[in-house]
């Protein structure tokens, strides 16, 4: 395939991507039988998109069987399990169509959030199909956001969170890095880039995790159960561009029960 044939294409799947992130949605309950009652919020790393295996009733929000609160409601039986997170949510979302099933009863909550505040998809149209100059600008504008504006949205997930559900245990979840250095891949990305799209996750994860401390909540850190497992490393838990579109940039089910399921486990 020609470079330009080859560019073509990437820049399609990517678009397409970027457009498959971009719905938010409502909430799948279930009853369970003892424990806890949970409630799974946050963005597409928590609904599962990547991993396979959607509740077709969720729609575009694409929540999987395969997702972290689900493989951890499956093994933990809690009381009530309300699943709300949906694919392309961001902090408004989050605020507007996720918190319903929040109570004074609900004893545990999840959530990753703040990825598509910061423009994440934008950012990684732009890596792609822009160059190393271009990335690096669009990973800029988004570093500043993550500094500038992105705590004040995230304290108002937070208070509303706590507000709806004071006595919750609350686990905030955080992104892993994208890509290992010098590794596997032979196109794509710079290595600067590349670079800079894993100082970016970083920065997102620094920020919120001192968010949700100051608020009270556990932070869950991914980063060292997907060391090893990033784009480029060989033994991928997240998937690079691909099909189904929106599957691109997203934790595959390895990602989900490998990196995500023993971070939240734990911090549960």
């Known amino acids: ?26 909430a799948h ?6 424990g806890p009652a949970y409630v799974a919020l946050g963005d597409s790393y928590s609904s599962g998109v990547g991993a ?14 395969k997702a972290y609160p689900a493989l951890w409601a499956a093994a933990h039986s809690p009381s009530s399990f309300a699943f709300t997170a949906c694919s392309g949510a961001k902090t408004g979302d989050v605020l507007s169509g996720q918190l319903g099933p929040l109570n004074s009863g609900t004893g545990l909550v999840s959530i990753s959030i703040g990825g598509n505040d910061a423009g994440f998809a934008s950012v990684m149209t732009t890596c792609a199909l822009s160059g190393e100059s271009g990335c690096l600008t669009a990973v800029a504008n988004a570093r500043t956001y993550a500094e500038n504006t992105l705590p ?14 004071p006595s919750a245990h609350v686990v905030v979840l955080g992104y892993p890095r994208f890509y290992k250095l010098n590794g596997s891949c032979l196109l794509g990305l710079s290595e600067a880039s ?7 996750a970083d920065l997102l994860n620094s920020v919120t995790a001192k968010r949700a401390a100051d608020h009270g909540f556990a932070f869950g850190d991914v980063t060292p159960t997907f060391t090893g497992h990033e784009i480029c490393s060989g033994s991928a838990w997240l998937n690079s561009v691909t099909f189904p579109i929106e599957d691109s940039y997203h934790p595959t089910a390895a990602g989900q029960s490998g990196g995500y ?3 939240f486990t734990s911090a549960a």
């Open 261 to 263: 399921l023993p971070v």
């Open 1 to 26: 395939m020609k470079l330009s044939r080859f560019t073509a294409t990437l820049g399609a799947f990517v678009v397409g991507a970027v457009l498959a992130l971009t719905g938010a949605g409502a």
């Open 194 to 200: 590349r670079a800079a799209i894993n100082n970016a």
């Open 29 to 34: 309950a279930t009853g369970q039988s003892a």
């Open 152 to 165: 004040g949205k995230l304290d108002q997930v937070y208070d509303a969170i706590s507000a709806k559900a």
């Open 52 to 65: 396979g295996s959607y509740d077709s009733a969720s729609g575009s929000c694409k929540r999987s069987t």
